[in-house]
């Protein structure tokens, strides 16, 4: 029972990663794809934990506070190189 | 016994309504009109779902609690910060809206700003020539 829901989750998740995935090939603007990329990056932490029950292993929670730390500046980055350049 | 499968499938049951939510973010950044309305959708329905697979691993393995809290907090913290800049940095460089958009307070404000400086800039040359003359 377990087992099938995580499964269908990880099908769930596979499907918003293909979406935002789309979304940043088409984009049409700037904001788009940053946009884009800022989703993927929020979803690939909440995957990172989900793959971290699934392996048993506890160290994959603190790559998942890491890369959330790391994609948070990247975005911000790219924000303000918009606003009023580097 | 008992207690733990029923442990892991109230869990994995919160973690696939997180996941049911970070499919419609992708559905919404998707099938939105505009940019500032995909910011809208992919934040807050990645800031939820985030939260809910986080709620559910912490059910499914109670003694990572304190570590998944953190990631929770830190996501519940940038995320909304990003989006904000996101959508300014948008908005100054002119990336174009849905006809359908209804209000832009920010374009509003800004005007009345200008005028504002505008004003008072005026007011201030006048108060200079009259100054002038008196002297």
């Known amino acids: ?86 | 016994m008992a207690e733990t499968a029923l442990r892991e499938i109230l869990g994995s049951f919160v973690v696939l309504a997180g996941a049911f939510f970070l499919f419609s973010a992708g559905l919404g950044v998707l099938r939105m009109p505009d940019a500032f309305t995909r910011i809208q959708a992919g934040t807050k329905a990645t800031t939820l779902g985030n939260l809910l697979v986080m709620l559910g691993v912490g059910i499914l393995h109670p003694d990572w609690a304190l570590k998944l809290l953190l990631v929770a907090g830190f996501v519940l913290i940038t995320n909304p910060v990003s989006s904000h800049a996101l959508a300014r940095a948008g908005h100054f460089i002119g990336i174009p809206m849905a006809p359908s958009t209804g209000a832009d307070a920010l374009r509003d404000d800004e005007n009345a700003k200008a005028e504002k400086a505008k004003a008072e800039k005026a007011g201030a040359e006048n108060g200079a020539d009259r100054a002038g003359d008196g002297a």
């Open chain 1, 1 to 86: 029972m377990a087992d099938v829901l995580l499964k269908l989750s990880g099908l769930l998740i596979f499907f918003g990663i293909l979406f935002s995935l789309a979304r940043l090939v088409i984009g049409r603007t700037i904001v788009d794809r940053i946009v884009a990329i800022d989703m993927l990056t929020v979803i690939t932490i909440s995957l990172i934990v989900l793959y971290s029950h699934v392996s048993g292993r506890f160290i994959y929670v603190d790559v998942a506070l890491v890369y959330g730390v790391l994609s948070f500046l990247a975005v911000l980055a790219v924000a303000r190189y918009l606003e009023r350049g580097l």
